[in-house]
């Protein structure tokens, strides 16, 4: 079970801990001025692993006023590693091995870390030391076609029991154009099926797996009543198509990090606002354990 969360608050240019029984925070790591979005942690190295989308470009001749602004097209992706203490940081892929870094996943089992790559239109991956970068899944190869929203790659998650990669393709801004989709790992880049499983979703952003229960989660930052919300459903067979969507939770503020706890049966759900609530799938009831300021992008469980 947790004790603790780490998340990403770019605005801050921080990493926080969190404990989950009290909601009190420590600023882990700091300094953190790319763009962090993506987190994960390797119990065994006792490592954290996270990407950053890289600076974005501001519009020219006019004031910042929005996220909309922001161009993030830049080839300036980069993944970082620190220790579980916060220090010993270091680049596994420096900045412009990718264009934009989303959510980050492992493959212990395997020693790879795979992760969006947003305006990149792509899933990547590598070996826990940086080397072997390849690309798992390719969306789309020309300039225009990465420029098309609902090509470009947000969240992901892998099953290493079964050799099968799921991600998500969130589309325009609370455009209802979202996908779910999955791949086998085990073929050739080139030859793999790939298998939509959701779609007409408001904006499907970070999702996880949990085999025990047979459950796929994710986040949604569209628009209410469906999107800000967390979201459940059956882990279709091979084949089959994605079936009936639960709600579990909503009225988020532009829902973004998710991270389950297996052994508590407790969602925890970050936001823009600067907010985490911890949610009982089983029972039902949420709270709000975190709220600062600056806003949150990915989360992870220790």
């Given at each position: ?27 882990l790591i700091r300094g953190l001025d790319a763009a962090p979005d993506g987190i ?40 970082e590693r620190a220790d579980f203490d916060g220090g010993g940081r270091a680049y ?49 190869t020309t300039d225009a076609d990465r420029r098309v929203v609902r090509n470009q ?150």
């Amino acid at each position: 079970m947790f004790t603790h969360l780490l998340a990403l608050n770019p605005l801050e240019q921080e990493m926080l801990k969190i404990d989950v029984e009290s909601g009190e925070a420590t600023v882990l790591i700091r300094g953190l001025d790319a763009a962090p979005d993506g987190i994960v942690v390797d119990p065994q190295q006792q490592h954290i692993y996270w990407t950053n989308m890289g600076a974005p470009g501001l519009p020219e001749g006019r004031a910042y006023k929005t996220d909309l602004d922001l161009d993030f097209y830049r080839k300036n992706g980069s993944l970082e590693r620190a220790d579980f203490d916060g220090g010993g940081r270091a680049y596994l892929l420096a900045e412009g091995s990718f264009v934009t870094g989303k959510q980050l996943g492992g493959a212990w089992s395997s020693g790879r870390l795979y992760w969006s790559d947003r305006e990149g239109t792509a899933v990547r991956s590598a070996r826990l030391d940086g080397t072997d970068l390849r690309d798992e899944v390719v969306v789309a190869t020309t300039d225009a076609d990465r420029r098309v929203v609902r090509n470009q790659c947000v969240g992901v998650a892998v099953d290493e029991e079964n050799g099968l990669l799921y991600w998500t393709q969130k589309g325009p801004s609370k455009g209802n154009d979202g996908r779910i989709f999955r791949t086998s790992l085990s073929a050739p880049v080139s030859e793999r099926a790939i298998e939509l499983l959701w779609s007409g979703l408001p904006e499907p952003i970070d999702l996880e797996v949990d085999l025990g229960s047979n459950t796929i989660y994710w986040t949604d930052r569209g628009a209410r009543p469906r999107g800000n919300t967390l979201n459940m459903a059956r882990v279709p067979a091979v084949g089959e198509p994605g079936g009936e969507v639960t709600v579990v939770s909503g009225n988020f503020h532009d829902a973004i990090g998710l991270a389950i706890d297996k052994d508590t049966g407790i969602a925890y759900v970050g936001d823009m606002s600067g907010e985490i609530r911890a949610i009982d799938i089983y029972h039902g009831g949420d709270h709000i354990l975190f709220k600062g300021a600056g806003s949150l992008t990915g989360i992870v469980g220790v």
